[in-house]
């Protein structure tokens, strides 16, 4: 009698160690960030291909805020890559908020969701250790999303970012807003920018 109270008492406590890892405060973002740059780094979406000269989304969220944007995206950039040039791009240039897209390509290259995230992770931690703010753009495709958009989710909670779930919302599908079947138009990355622009308005203290 005495071993099955030891052992529900350690299973209780087990339950609540569990309960606190999974509802326990998450990393907060830096009230005050420094830095002086906003940068955006990602792939093709960062990059604006399928948007004419200076309306990637980038340079329109430049003209919203009034001030200059950094566009540091690559087309077919992942996670891998992004991570492999995140000093160079990011890091070694005074960041104060950095504005992610990154993870559809290792979606549509089958790279595992927990190697995609875990690079993410890495990638979000080490722009916070400089002391900027960072805004994640996720991507959640339904059938084909292999999870993706939970991942997003999961790694801005345990890092505390921003996160936008699904950047292509109300954009893919849109004929009016795509110049191909996975890029937005000019309009398209009108809308992007908002969305971009609101996060930083709710993140503005």
Same mark, same amino acid.
């Given at each position: 009698?005495?071993?099955?109270?030891?052992? #529900?008492? #350690?299973?209780?406590?087990?339950?609540?160690?569990?309960?606190?890892?999974?509802?326990?405060?998450?990393?907060?973002? /830096?009230?005050?960030?420094?830095?002086?740059?906003?940068?955006?780094?990602?792939?093709?979406?960062?990059?604006?291909?399928?948007?004419?000269?200076?309306?990637?989304?980038?340079?329109? #969220? *430049?003209?919203?805020?009034?001030?200059?944007?950094?566009?540091?995206?690559?087309?077919?950039?992942?996670?891998?890559? *992004?991570?492999?040039?995140?000093?160079?791009?990011?890091?070694?240039?005074?960041?104060?908020?950095?504005?992610?897209? #990154?993870?559809?390509?290792?979606?549509?290259?089958?790279?595992?969701?927990?190697?995609?995230?875990?690079?993410?992770?890495?990638?979000?931690?080490?722009?916070?250790?400089?002391? *900027?703010?960072?805004?994640? %753009?996720?991507?959640?495709?339904?059938?084909?999303?292999? %999870?993706?958009?939970?991942?997003?989710?999961?790694?801005?909670?345990?890092?505390?970012?921003?996160?936008?779930?699904?950047?292509?919302? %109300?954009?893919?599908?849109?004929?009016?807003?795509?110049?191909?079947?996975? /890029?937005?138009?000019?309009? %398209?990355?009108?809308?992007?920018?908002?969305?971009?622009?609101?996060?930083?308005?709710?993140?503005?203290?």
């Amino acid at each position: 009698m005495k071993k099955c109270g030891i052992f #529900l008492g #350690l299973l209780f406590l087990g339950f609540l160690i569990y309960q606190f890892g999974l509802s326990g405060p998450s990393p907060r973002q /830096h009230t005050f960030p420094v830095g002086e740059n906003i940068i955006c780094f990602g792939d093709s979406l960062t990059y604006g291909t399928g948007a004419s000269q200076g309306q990637d989304y980038p340079s329109q #969220l *430049a003209t919203m805020i009034s001030k200059p944007v950094i566009n540091k995206g690559i087309p077919g950039d992942t996670t891998s890559s *992004a991570l492999a040039r995140l000093d160079q791009d990011v890091l070694s240039q005074s960041p104060q908020i950095v504005l992610l897209t #990154l993870g559809a390509n290792d979606l549509k290259n089958g790279t595992p969701k927990d190697v995609a995230f875990r690079n993410l992770k890495t990638i979000i931690e080490s722009i916070q250790a400089k002391g *900027a703010l960072v805004i994640v %753009g996720g991507v959640d495709i339904p059938i084909w999303g292999r %999870g993706f958009g939970e991942g997003y989710v999961e790694v801005c909670r345990q890092t505390g970012v921003t996160l936008i779930p699904n950047i292509f919302e %109300g954009i893919m599908g849109n004929s009016k807003l795509m110049s191909d079947p996975i /890029h937005p138009n000019d309009a %398209g990355y009108t809308k992007m920018a908002q969305k971009f622009y609101r996060a930083l308005q709710s993140n503005r203290r």
